[in-house]
């Protein structure tokens, strides 16, 4: 008999964690856990506020953002009336996943932009977007919170000149909404080139815990989302994780601690299902739990697209979450036999689209929770920087010299190359004898993809890890570059070292410029020369964290050089 927890809405089938994790619930009510989150009280974390007090906005983000609904819908009907129709976000990590995730599971509304995001410094996704867009009917929002993320603003500077050359230099700034931080560079800069729009989100809230504040919101607002609506459904759920007592399920506290407990006992790959309506779900929660988490020496790892496999073809350290619509059953025969063979699994079903609000704010709550089991401070990021400070390295150099560090491939066979220490004699044989160290201390396969995104690739990619996964019984994820580095880099680098990381690189055809400034035709460094940077430079940073890393160039083919891949594996 499988034992569960919970209501209609929220089950928890824990099999041998249950009396655990009751345990631990009883003393996140006796510390009072939730009350002193609510209080702003740092000590539930770490002894010392830093990086914690002013991270804590996002409590109040629906009562805040509700303030605002005045402003966004003004600001929605002035560009609907001066005649956009499209919408291109530029932005990385948390300014951008929340933005994705809503125009995914809602869709556009008749006559509101339809809205895409640019988050690849690949210069062919680049040139895509400058030729799929007229830039006289399209909207660029710019968001980072820090206002100087290099991509972000390398994005902005290259869309910048390239609207002035569509539509004249007094027109451009008109095309152009900013959604920042006070006080931070990008500010200054819409304010000197006279955007259109500026937004000026709490400074309290932290990237990843944005979903419902302006980084979310105002991009949700202009594909026709019912703000009222989606910001009523969050303060309910805000309402509701308010109150924790033995006579009242509160499943923010349960979903936290059930994960931090589960994580403590080495069940901390935390594999992530969702039905039809809320697959983009996954990319944001990826974010949350990995950069919150993954510190310390500790870490979940979210594992988010792996498809559903029979309950032998996983380890033990496996927590199953399956998120979905009430009327959506098409992977419950699935996690049925995931609970029959006795792994922990949490089920969470939403009515509808709009109970995406509440969802969002369930698991910023759990994480903050699952924080406090592992003692960890889930408002920071400390080795996100080492990946940033190493590109910076390298594209400093460039400027110097005119080149970056030369790297030579250990193999090179048919088009593909392979980049690291191995005795095999072709790329495949060299895949598989580094894979063959997932038996000894090693856990979970990362696959860094520093290419351009496109569906046949994404074919390619999830079907050699879908082999991994079975054939090695071992988590796999996968994250284009530079994307992943905003997201699950932080884990990467953070955790326990049980990862193996495999970069894939390939031919960049094409190269676009990056200018210095915005409306300046001079230019220092490229966006393939960016990219390559920042795989270089994460690289580096994973070795001298001591971590397991190879890169594979898979030359002018992609597609074909990972199914050549897969057949020799």
């Not at 607002?221 to 994780?241: N, P, T």
Request: hydrophobic share 40%; glycine share 8%.
């Amino acid at each position: 008999m499988i034992e569960e927890y919970g209501n209609e809405n929220y089950i928890a089938s824990l099999g041998e964690f249950q009396r655990t994790i009751a345990g631990a619930i009883t003393r996140f009510r006796e510390n009072k856990i939730l009350q002193r989150i609510r209080n702003h009280d740092h000590s539930v974390w770490q002894p010392e506020p830093t990086e914690i007090t002013n991270r804590l906005g996002w409590l109040y983000s629906p009562q805040t953002t509700m303030k605002a609904l005045d402003e966004i819908n003004d600001f929605v009907e002035d560009v609907r009336g001066s005649g956009f129709t499209n919408a291109l976000l530029l932005g990385m990590g948390g300014s951008s996943l929340a933005a994705e995730v809503f125009r995914l599971i809602f869709g556009v509304k008749k006559r509101f932009l339809d809205l895409e995001i640019l988050d690849s410094t690949d210069p062919g996704v680049v040139l895509e977007y400058a030729k799929k867009f007229d830039p006289q009917r399209t909207l660029y929002l710019v968001s980072t919170k820090s206002g100087s993320t290099v991509e972000t603003i390398s994005f902005m500077k290259f869309f910048y000149n390239h609207v002035q050359s569509a539509v004249g230099e007094n027109n451009a700034s008109r095309h152009f909404v900013a959604i920042t931080d006070p006080g931070s560079p990008l500010e200054e800069t819409a304010r000197s080139l006279k955007f259109r729009k500026i937004f000026l989100n709490d400074p309290n809230i932290g990237g990843r815990f944005s979903a419902l504040s302006f980084f979310g919101i105002v991009p949700a607002a202009l594909v026709g989302i019912d703000l009222q609506k989606l910001l009523q459904r969050a303060q309910e759920m805000v309402d509701y994780c308010e109150i924790d007592s033995e006579n009242r399920l509160n499943s923010c506290a349960h979903f936290g601690v059930a994960l931090g407990e589960l994580a403590k006992a080495g069940t901390d790959k935390l594999t992530m299902f969702f039905s039809g309506s809320f697959k983009a779900f996954g990319a944001w929660a990826e974010q949350l739990i990995a950069e919150s988490t993954g510190k310390e020496g500790k870490g979940i790892l979210p594992v988010d697209g792996e498809a559903i496999a029979a309950p032998e073809k996983y380890a033990r350290d496996r927590v199953f979450v399956y998120l979905r619509k009430k009327d959506e059953h098409e992977l419950d025969r699935g996690i049925d036999a995931l609970k029959n063979a006795e792994f922990p699994v949490i089920e969470i079903t939403l009515d509808d689209v709009y109970d995406l609000g509440a969802e969002f704010y369930r698991w910023e709550m759990a994480t903050a929770i699952v924080s406090w089991s592992l003692n960890i401070n889930p408002f920071n990021q400390p080795n996100v920087e080492s990946a940033k400070n190493r590109a910076r390295e390298m594209t400093n150099l460039y400027k110097e010299t005119g080149k970056l560090p030369d790297e030579s491939p250990s193999i090179e066979q048919d088009g593909i190359k392979f980049y690291g220490d191995t005795e095999a004699g072709n790329p495949g044989q060299a895949l598989g004898i580094y894979l063959s160290k997932a038996i000894s201390g090693v856990n979970y396969v990362a696959m860094q993809a520093y290419l351009k995104p496109f569906p046949k690739l994404n074919d390619a990619l999830h079907r050699l890890r879908t082999m991994i996964q079975k054939e090695l019984r071992i988590a796999t994820t996968v994250g284009y570059g530079p994307r992943f580095l905003h997201s699950t880099g932080q884990l990467h680098k953070g955790d326990a070292g049980n990862g193996l990381f495999i970069q894939l690189t390939a031919d960049m055809p094409n190269d676009v410029p990056i200018p210095d400034e915005p409306g300046s035709d001079k230019s220092s460094i490229s966006f393939g020369i960016l990219k390559t940077a920042q795989f270089q430079g994460d690289r580096q940073a994973l070795q001298e964290n001591g971590r397991k890393v190879i890169r594979i160039d898979l030359g002018a083919d992609p597609v074909q050089s990972i199914k050549k891949l897969t057949e020799i594996l």
